[in-house]
C-alpha cells in the first residue's frame, strides 16, 4: 500500500526522520489487514457482546430461579404439622388399644377369680349342709363347732359367701325353689313356710337357690 506522502522531515524535537523505504514497506505488511476490526476482537477490557441465542455460564443462575425461602419454609412447617398429626393419631389409638386390653384382662380375671370361688362353694356345700343340719339339732359342739364356725367365717370374709332362706320370708322365684307348697289363710302373698336347704350366694350371684316349701294364700 502507498501512501503518496513525502516522508517527514522531522517533528522539532530532536528525533531522526523515518526511512520513506522502510516506511513503505511496513505498510505494505499490512495490506488487507481490517486493523479496526483486530483492535476491537484483542482489546484488553472488552468482551464479545452475547447474542440472542447466547447460554449463561453454568453454574449462574437467572435472579427469577431463585427459589423462595418463606414458601420453602412454609411446606416444610405444613409437612411437619401433619406428620405430628398423624403420630398424635396413633399414639391415641394405641391408647385406646392398651386401656381396653387392660379392661378385658381385669374383667377376664375377675371373671376367673369368682369362678374359682364359685367352685370351691360348690365343693364345700355339702359339709356346709351337714355342719348347719347339725346345728339345728344341737350337735354341732366342742371343736367341731370351733371349725365350722372358723370355716364359714374364712369363706364370708375371703369369697363374701352368704347363707340365706329362712321361714316366714317372702318367696322370691329368682333365689328360692319352691319344693313343695301349701295353701294357708294365714298369708297375703307366697311365703316361705319351712326351709328345706339353705340358698348360697356370693357377692350378687346365687351358687344355689334356697329350697323350700310355700305357702301361698288361700
Not at 484488553?44 to 420453602?72: V, Y
Amino acid at each position: 500500500m502507498s501512501t503518496g506522502a513525502s516522508a517527514p522531515e522531522g517533528d522539532g524535537a530532536g528525533h531522526e526522520p523515518i526511512d520513506p523505504g522502510l516506511a513503505e514497506e511496513v505498510e505494505s505488511a499490512f495490506d488487507g489487514v481490517d486493523l479496526g476490526a483486530a483492535q476491537a476482537a484483542g482489546a484488553p477490557g472488552q468482551t464479545a457482546q452475547a447474542g440472542p441465542d447466547a447460554q449463561a455460564p453454568q453454574g449462574s443462575e437467572a435472579p427469577g430461579d431463585e427459589s423462595d425461602p418463606l414458601a420453602a419454609a412454609q411446606a416444610e412447617n405444613a409437612r411437619l404439622t401433619d406428620e405430628l398429626a398423624r403420630a398424635r393419631a396413633d399414639l391415641y389409638n394405641l391408647q385406646q388399644e392398651y386401656q381396653g386390653f387392660v379392661r378385658r384382662s381385669r374383667e377376664s380375671v375377675a371373671g376367673h377369680q369368682e369362678a374359682g370361688a364359685a367352685g370351691v362353694v360348690e365343693a364345700l356345700i355339702p359339709v356346709l349342709d351337714e355342719a348347719e343340719l347339725a346345728r339345728q339339732h344341737g350337735d354341732l359342739t366342742g371343736p367341731f363347732e370351733t371349725t365350722v364356725t372358723k370355716l364359714e367365717s374364712i369363706l364370708a370374709d375371703k369369697f363374701s359367701l352368704e347363707r340365706f332362706g329362712a321361714a316366714g320370708e317372702a318367696f322370691d322365684p329368682t333365689i328360692h325353689e319352691a319344693l313343695m307348697a301349701v295353701e294357708s289363710t294365714e298369708v297375703t302373698e307366697p311365703t316361705i313356710a319351712l326351709v328345706l336347704q339353705p340358698g348360697y350366694r356370693l357377692g350378687e350371684r346365687v351358687v344355689r337357690p334356697a329350697r323350700v316349701q310355700v305357702s301361698n294364700p288361700a
